[in-house]
């Protein structure tokens, strides 16, 4: 019984659409203002505030104090796999209604951050690249030799497991996530081979994304699979 009440509480948490806006924004991996959700939810300042104090004693969300501001940010990979796999268990988006809305999903069907790690056709087209240089296995977790090879790229081990699969809410088939998913994702950012469109989740490999691929073996890899 206490795990149907635990289930029935967080799944109150997210039957509002304010709330699960918060949650979806979050995603992104970056900390947020109370401001800033507020106004990506389209809701007064206040009622943000009443939102976010129940996400955060709820577990989903954790916050930090900074001089007059308040920051909240997912409580860690394990809620953004969660949310990634309820959005891909509650089937397709409604159709959108503007040009805009529909460039945005567009947007994020093609690549996006899913908490630390890549999602959408590019996280998917990762996933098949290392797949080919048999970096991972097929259940997404890294070998050896992937080991090695994610090492040549910085990768040190964590307590962290190491791969793992998360549902991809828009190509419902697993991408790669957990730290080597986190570590890569941090790698193509660093060096500007993705890039961030605008201030949303969604991501777009740049010409020297597409090279560094090709170097790595990751392009030719991802077709041949």
Partial sequence: MAGMEALAQLAALLADRTRAAFCEALLDGRAWTA???AAHARVAPSTASEHLSRLVSGG????????RHRYVALAGPHVAEL????TAFAGPAPRPRTLRAASAARALARGRTCYDHLA?????????GLLGLGVVTGELAVTEPGLSW???LGFTPSRRQTG?????????VPHLAGAAGAHLCGVFLERGWIKRIGTTRAVVL???GERGWRE???TRAAASG
């Avoid at 959408?120 to 098949?128: D, P, S």
């Avoid at 793992?164 to 419902?172: Q, S």
Wanted: hydrophobic residues 45%; contains cysteine; neutral net charge.
């Fill in 60 to 67: 989903l969300l954790v916050e930090h104090r900074q001089g």
């Fill in 35 to 37: 401001t800033e959700l």
């Fill in 83 to 86: 949310l990634e796999a309820m």
């Fill in 206 to 208: 740049t010409p020297a």
């Fill in 164 to 172: 793992r699969a998360c549902l991809d809410w828009t190509e419902r």
């Fill in 150 to 152: 994610l090492r040549e």
């Fill in 216 to 218: 790595l073996g990751l």
């Fill in 120 to 128: 959408g056709r590019l996280g998917i087209t990762l996933k098949a």
